[in-house]
């Protein structure tokens, strides 16, 4: 099927859609009319750490994903372990308080362990690679709503919409290793949804609208072959002093949904260090940046999972990648470093008051 066949077949009748949809752009999942809401991400030292960030994250969230423990390094601290006691305490954490739990992520180029790279060959790291995946989501099997499978799969300034980021896996795998991942995570499991997750695509500036328009054409490719790939993450990892792309975004995500995809918010947050003002300003235009994003998003649709990159402006790593230079902190998350609500979380329990 052509893309241009594609199009037209997605575009359809409902009776159309209905027959005949290939399956890599229908979520086979059993969750597919579960609606998450809203959730964090939140790591076991916070946990363990804070008895407040346990009590917000049940108090205001309907699912999490864990900040670290699914990803490789904590994962696999060698070739012959899996460590799952982690990420299995978070599994446990969110069925004690009722809440969902989603994973991130399978395959990334940025955290990898130093083991892999001693890996020689390619037909060893191909193998390496796909007994990660497969062991990873079978043993999470009909634990999860969904997966990031490849996580940010675009260069940050991509020179042409067939651009893809350099990375371990592309180098010994070359462009086949996202197709691989994602058939790896279904042949796992049948019933998880499968997600791509990019960032920097969501606000006006040039170089987030040249990414868009790649990652918009991995995302086609992908489909074109057939890929069992079911949703698109918008990372939304925000930048105050930068608009949101209304009438860009919204569609985007109006295109992604007439392909069969779900659209999910993963790791929001706003940092911002570029602003002046006292908190109140501050947080007023946050929590118009986020207004305006969810906005654009739920123009063809609701918004029906909304995840930030944490609760509490206490426990973000914003404070500690980007710092104000007043030495005042950043405020990137629903709720202040005391816990208390902002204008932030005002806005998404008002695109969630209905999930």
């Given at each position: 099927m052509t893309r241009l066949d594609r199009r037209e077949f997605l575009l359809g009748s409902a009776a159309t859609l209905a027959a005949g949809v290939p399956a890599s752009a229908?979520?086979?999942?059993?969750?597919?009319q579960r609606r998450p809401g809203y959730g964090a991400a939140t790591n076991l030292w916070n946990l363990q750490a804070d008895p407040r960030f346990g009590e917000a994250i049940s108090t205001y969230c309907t699912q999490v994903v864990p900040e670290v423990e699914l990803k490789w390094p904590m994962l696999r601290p060698d070739a012959h372990t899996f460590a799952f006691e982690r990420a299995?305490?978070?599994?446990?954490?969110?069925?004690?308080?009722?809440l969902a739990m989603r994973g991130h992520a399978l395959a990334w180029y940025h955290d990898i362990p130093d083991w892999t790279r001693q890996i020689k060959d390619a037909k060893s790291v191909e193998r390496a690679f796909v007994d990660h995946i497969a062991t990873v989501v079978s043993y999470y099997k009909d634990k999860l709503t969904s997966w990031d499978v490849v996580n940010e799969p675009i260069?940050?300034?991509?020179?042409?919409?067939?651009?893809?980021?350099?990375?371990?896996?592309?180098?010994?795998?070359?462009?086949?290793?996202?197709?691989?991942?994602?058939?790896?995570a279904a042949a796992a499991d049948p019933f998880v949804k499968l997600a791509i997750n990019e960032y920097d695509i969501e606000q006006v500036k040039d170089s987030f609208i040249a990414k868009r328009a790649a990652f918009r054409n991995l995302i086609m490719d992908l489909l074109d072959q057939g890929v069992p790939l079911h949703a698109v993450g918008l990372q939304s990892h925000l930048h105050a002093e930068l608009e949101i792309d209304t009438h860009g975004l919204a569609e985007f995500v109006t295109e992604?949904?007439?392909w069969g995809l779900d659209v999910l918010v993963t790791e929001l947050d706003v940092d911002d260090q570029k602003l002046t003002g006292d908190p109140a300003q501050r947080d007023a235009i946050v929590a118009k940046r986020v207004d305006d994003l969810l906005t654009a998003i739920s123009t063809s649709g609701p918004v029906r999972s909304i995840l930030t990159w944490g609760i509490s402006d206490r426990h973000s790593w914003i404070n500690s990648t980007f710092a104000r230079k007043d030495k005042q902190p950043n405020r990137p998350l629903p709720l202040d470093s005391e816990f208390r609500p902002k204008p932030f979380m005002d806005v998404i329990t008002r695109f969630t008051k209905d999930v």
């Open positions: 229908t979520p086979p999942s059993r969750f597919a299995d305490a978070i599994l446990d954490f969110a069925r004690q308080n009722d260069p940050d300034n991509p020179k042409g919409i067939t651009d893809r980021r350099d990375s371990f896996w592309s180098q010994n795998l070359g462009n086949r290793w996202i197709p691989l991942a994602f058939r790896t992604l949904r007439s």
